[in-house]
């Protein structure tokens, strides 16, 4: 793997061959930080990286100066190997061996981003699960973002929350965040002051708001 920017830009990690993970690409990688940089100032930023593997976001996030950083995964080798290279780089990451879910259940921590690459295979039931337990024990900030990366055969659009996807091969970004103030203002502006019958169709075209690529 390599880290594509920041402090440690170029160096490239390797992480021993019988590790039970699955990396996010380079090229995917590179496609959700450009998202990401559109989003937020990474300066200690607080983030949750779950199903970690061998924790490749979590040294991207780090090398563009994000603060603590905290990688859960349910495999010892995946934190041992974490553990050692955050030791080697000097990086703020606590590696977590625990079960996600369990973790989530019991957090009550508060994040900028939360990123979760969970097994494809993953039952759908979990996934929609993991989404569920972030907002209703409220452990992202009232601006920060989850990110969940899934197969394309996982539909996660019909969530609560859903902001956009990004589709990159067979691979999907899901990103969820809180309604802003400013779109809740907007609906009850069209809501109170406006009649259907006021306008007519032709008025308006539609806006696609979907941001699949």
Do not use: W
């Not at 290279?85 to 957090?107: C, G, P, R, W, Y």
């Not at 609560?160 to 009850?188: A, I, P, R, T």
């Amino acid at each position: 793997m390599r880290i594509i920017s920041g402090k440690y830009k170029g160096r490239r990690i390797t992480a021993p061959k019988n590790l039970p993970v699955r990396p996010t690409t380079d090229m995917s990688k590179e496609s959700l930080f450009n998202i990401l940089n559109n989003h937020f100032n990474f300066s200690d930023l607080k983030i949750l990286d779950l199903f970690s593997g061998t924790g490749n976001i979590s040294y991207e996030f780090s090398s563009r100066g994000a603060g603590a950083i905290i990688s859960v995964d349910g495999d010892q080798g995946c934190v041992n190997f974490i553990k050692k290279t955050a030791q080697e780089f000097e990086m703020d990451i606590t590696a977590i061996k625990s079960d996600v879910i369990k973790f989530l259940e019991k957090n009550i921590g508060s994040y900028d981003v939360i990123f979760a690459d969970p097994p494809y295979n993953m039952p759908q039931e979990q996934f929609e699960q993991i989404v569920k337990l972030v907002f209703e024990k409220n452990l992202l900030d009232p601006e920060g973002m989850l990110i969940v990366e899934h197969s394309k055969h996982t539909k996660l659009s019909d969530l609560e929350h859903l902001s956009f996807e990004k589709n990159y091969g067979g691979s999907v970004f899901s990103f969820f965040e809180f309604e802003s103030e400013e779109d809740d203002d907007d609906e009850d502006y069209e809501d109170d002051d406006f009649e259907d019958d006021d306008f007519d169709d032709d008025d308006f075209e539609d806006e696609d708001e979907s941001e699949e690529e």
